[in-house]
Structure formats: C-alpha cells, structure tokens
C-alpha cells in the first residue's frame, strides 16, 4: 500500500449516510435530543475510532420551522454531525418510496413493489420518486461541498446516495470519493429490471473507489456493469476509455472491544446471572432482527413451528426469544410483515403454550446495549434467517458474546441463513440453513440443541477467530487506505 492512515494523521474523513447516528426528537421542555438510530451501518461505523469524522446525514425528522432548524444544527454541530433537512414530500418520494420500495427489495432480490409503477393523476409514481432521489442526492452533494475542505476523504454509504460520486466529481474532480454499499448487490438479472439502471450505475461509477461485503457482490456489480453498459470488468475494477474504478470486496465488523469490555463489567455479569436464573431449566434460542422482510422472521417462526410439531420432547423445555425492532414504519409492506408476524407468534404460542410456558418471547422493540449483550451471552442457539442480508452484524455480535470461561460451560451454536454475507465469513462455524426450507430449518435447530461441547467449543472458536479478526476498525482501515492509494494512483496517471 502506498499509505496508510496513520501516515496521514490530520487527515478528515467525511462520513456521509441517510440517516445521522444520532436520531433527533424533542423531549417535553421542547428541547432537541439525540438517540442512537438502530441498524448495522450505525453499528458498524460508530465502531471506528482512529480517524477524524464528521457525519453528513438526515436527522430522521421532517423540521418545520427556522428556529427548530437552528437550533437543532446546533445541537447535532456539538455531536460533529451535520444535518441534512428533507420535507416530507421528499422523505415520502425519496427515502420510503424510491430508496425502500425500489432499491431496497431489488437489492434483497425482491423486484420493486408493482404499486410503484402504476399510474397515479399523469405522472407515474416511479417518476415521481425518481425524480425526488435525484433532488436528494443533490441535496447531499450540496451538503458536502459546502463543507468539504480540500485534505478530506469524502466516504459515502449505502443505496440512498448513489448519485453522489457523479454530482461530487462534477463539481470537484479532485474530490477523493469513496461508495461502500451495505446490501447485497444482486445478480445482473436481477439489477437489470431496474428502469433507470444505466443511470444509476454512470454515477456511481465516477466514485474513485466502490466497496462491497464479499467477491459475489462485486463480481455481480462488475457483470452488471459490463452486460448494462458495455464496459470492460477488470480485476481490479470497471475502465471506461481508461478511467478505472476500483471495485473490492471489504467485508464489515464489530467493535470488538465495547464487547469484550462490556463483557468482563461486574454489571454485565450480574445481568447474565439474572437472565440465567430467569431461564433457568429452558434452553435459550434468540433472534434479534431489525422488523424487515429480508430477515426472515416469519421463516424462522415457521421452522420454530415445525420443530415444535415434530419433537415433543422439547415443548416445555426450549424458549425463542424473538427481539425485532419495528422500522420504516410508514411503508405499507413492513406494517403488514409486523401484523403477520404479530398473528404467527399468537398462533405458536396458543398451540404450544401451557399454564407455566410460553415457546416464543416477542419483543417490538430496541434493545439496550447491556441488555444485549446479556441476552446473546445466555442464548444457547441463535436463529439468523435472512432471506438476503448484506453481511448481518447479529451473527457477529453473538459469537463475541458467547466468549465463556469453562465453568460457564460449552458456547452456544449459530444456525445461520446461507443468503446472509455472515455465510462466508462465520459459515464454517456455524449449521448453514436455507430459510426457505422449514424442513431443513427445523432439523438444524434439533442439530443445534443436541451438539455435542467438544464440537460446540470447536466451531465457536473458528468463528470467534474470524470476528476478532475482521473489525469494524480493521474494515474502515483497508477502506480508506485503499481509497488513498487509488486516489494517489490516478493522480499520478494523470501527470504522466
Ligand atoms: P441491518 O440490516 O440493520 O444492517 P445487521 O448487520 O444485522 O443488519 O445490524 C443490525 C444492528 O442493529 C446490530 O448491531 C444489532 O445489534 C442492532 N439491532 C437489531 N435489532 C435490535 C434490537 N431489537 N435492539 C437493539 N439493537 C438491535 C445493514 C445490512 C446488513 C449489514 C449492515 C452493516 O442490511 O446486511 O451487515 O448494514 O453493513
């Protein structure tokens, strides 16, 4: 590599996301709080801690008048985050529809919703939304240039902005610009339905460096790009008329260390020990999803189900603790998954339940993180089934909370959805499912509670390796040190 970042010390990297880490609302005095907003990317990156950020990003609310505006710039200034304001309309057009009706669901292989390209009063929807995520990204780019300074990294994330790296550059072709995307990105044939697909893929192009979790996903961009537009896949990227973008594969983490110290807190052990007594004479199964159809929720119920059909052995015996956070509330899809899911749960547990059981615990609602980590250190078997999912940071997190001393005894299991990122990471430790499969499912969860120590310990340890290996810190390192090192290429190609 011909940097690193700690050969550039003063340098400013500017972490832009939809959504700021830091969710805004007012308390009762009518004065603006921040929450951490929940889901992996914040995960992810508030685990990175050696470089200078500041975050570009929109605080999760629609703000109405100036003074609210003022005043909660003011408070997000002091968090080093700048905000940035969309309307309703837009939040409506661009984040709920375009970016979670459209590129979301294609993005997990779901083709967008048909709702989305009907006819609605002269113009289509799908104008319509399109035409607010150009107005967002725009919005964004404004955003950072005005607040960009000439050493700083400019590193942007996810689908939402995927027209940055084209209006950045425009303006600014020196910019270093970076796009890492947190999803999958599909096969060709898939991305392909997409009808504004070249358009997507020229802008995102312009960026110096694009990022993926694995190989597939990059391999897929790559062919996309190729079979859409006709340019030339590389190694090392996509050249159109000798301009190359990089393209790698650099795959996501924890923060280890806010684990492991929580871990080892007085506090945190006496949290365990409560939960163990709570649950004592069960054995403990946890899903912990964001409330999104990628996860696979009504998947896992069902397997759960047929599980509990076909052994009865172990009806008042095993617990499923199912914790799913609710969000992107507004959009019809993900109401109706929380109402099916509500329905399901009722029916297991009406079927299942007695006097003194109850099979499935659902909780709709965030976590804290002590809680958490408690609850992933006395899981005995943790569900992940993602119908598609990036990477999932769950499965992470559970293997560095299962780290027991002997007396504890042997660390819990992970059953792990194959369509998940995790799968090529973490799958060698752990029992690979197909969620699809309830049959398939059902009999892994059986494995799963009947593992032997010797091999519970062995596959844990395969895992536990990886996880401290591959670090929240570790992933924005080789990001931005490549980011560096492909900006300083192409500066040298062009004094050539
Ligand atoms: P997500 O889809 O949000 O992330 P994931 O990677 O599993 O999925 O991260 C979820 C995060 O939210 C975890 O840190 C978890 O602890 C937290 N979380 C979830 N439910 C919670 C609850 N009820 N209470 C408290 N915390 C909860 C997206 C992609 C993933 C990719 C990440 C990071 O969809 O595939 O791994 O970004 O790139």
Request: glycine share 8%; hydrophobic share 40%; aromatic share 8%.
């Amino acid at each position: 590599h011909l940097s690193t970042l700690s050969e550039h010390p003063s340098e400013n990297v500017i972490i832009v996301a939809n959504r700021l880490p830091g969710t805004a609302t007012k308390d009762e005095n009518g004065k603006w709080q921040l929450e951490v907003t929940s889901g992996g990317l914040v995960s992810g990156l508030l685990g990175v801690s050696n470089i200078t950020t500041k975050w570009i990003g929109w605080p999760g609310v629609c703000v109405e008048t100036e003074e609210d505006k003022r005043e909660l710039k003011a408070v997000l200034r002091e968090h080093n985050m700048i905000g940035v304001f969309l309307d309703e309309q837009m939040v409506a057009d661009y984040y709920n529809g375009f970016c979670n009706g459209v590129l979301w669901p294609l993005f997990h292989y779901a083709p967008p919703n048909l709702d989305q390209w009907h006819n609605l009063g002269g113009t289509t929807v799908a104008q319509t939304q399109w035409a607010a995520y150009i107005g967002a990204n725009e919005a964004f780019a404004r955003c950072i240039l005005e607040n960009y300074g000439s050493r700083d990294t400019v590193w942007l994330h996810d689908y939402h902005l995927m027209l940055c790296p084209a209006m950045l550059k425009e303006r600014k072709p020196k910019m270093k610009v970076g796009w890492f995307l947190h999803t999958p990105f599909p096969s060709s044939e898939i991305y392909r339905t997409l009808p504004v697909r070249e358009e997507v893929l020229r802008a995102v192009l312009k960026a110096d460096l694009i990022g993926f979790h694995t190989y597939d996903y990059v391999r897929h961009f790559i062919s996309s790009c190729s079979r859409i537009l006709g340019l030339e896949g590389t190694p090392h990227g996509v050249e159109d008329h000798g301009h190359l973008t990089r393209v790698v594969a650099c795959p996501i983490g924890i923060n280890v260390e806010k684990f492991t110290e929580a871990l080892k807190q007085d506090s945190m052990k006496a949290q365990i020990e409560e939960l163990r007594a709570r649950y004592r004479g069960h054995k403990v199964m946890l899903g912990v999803d964001r409330l999104d159809m990628i996860k696979g929720i009504p998947q896992k119920l069902l397997a759960f189900e047929k599980f509990l059909e076909e052994h009865e052995e172990w009806r008042e015996k095993v617990l499923l603790v199912q914790i799913a956070v609710p969000t992107r509330g507004k959009v019809r899809e993900y109401q109706k998954l929380r109402s099916m899911v509500h329905e399901m749960v009722g029916r297991i547990n009406g079927k299942f339940g007695s006097l003194t059981h109850v099979p499935i615990h659902h909780l709709d609602r965030s976590l804290g993180f002590h809680e958490l980590v408690a609850l992933y250190a006395v899981t005995d078997v943790a569900l992940v089934t993602s119908l598609r999912d990036g990477m999932n940071l769950v499965s992470y997190e559970f293997v560095i909370s299962q780290k027991k001393h002997e007396s504890e005894g042997p660390p819990g299991v992970l059953v792990l959805s194959e369509f998940a990122g995790a799968a090529q990471s973490l799958g060698a430790g752990s029992i690979l499912v197909n969620p699809w499969n309830a049959t398939d499912m059902a009999q892994s969860i059986q494995e799963a509670l009947t593992m032997g120590d010797d091999e519970r310990k062995e596959r844990h340890n395969v895992n536990y390796i990886h996880v401290t290996k591959h670090t929240a810190q570790s992933w924005a390192d080789n990001f931005i040190t490549e980011l560096n090192d492909t900006h300083i290429e192409a500066d040298l190609r062009d004094r050539q």
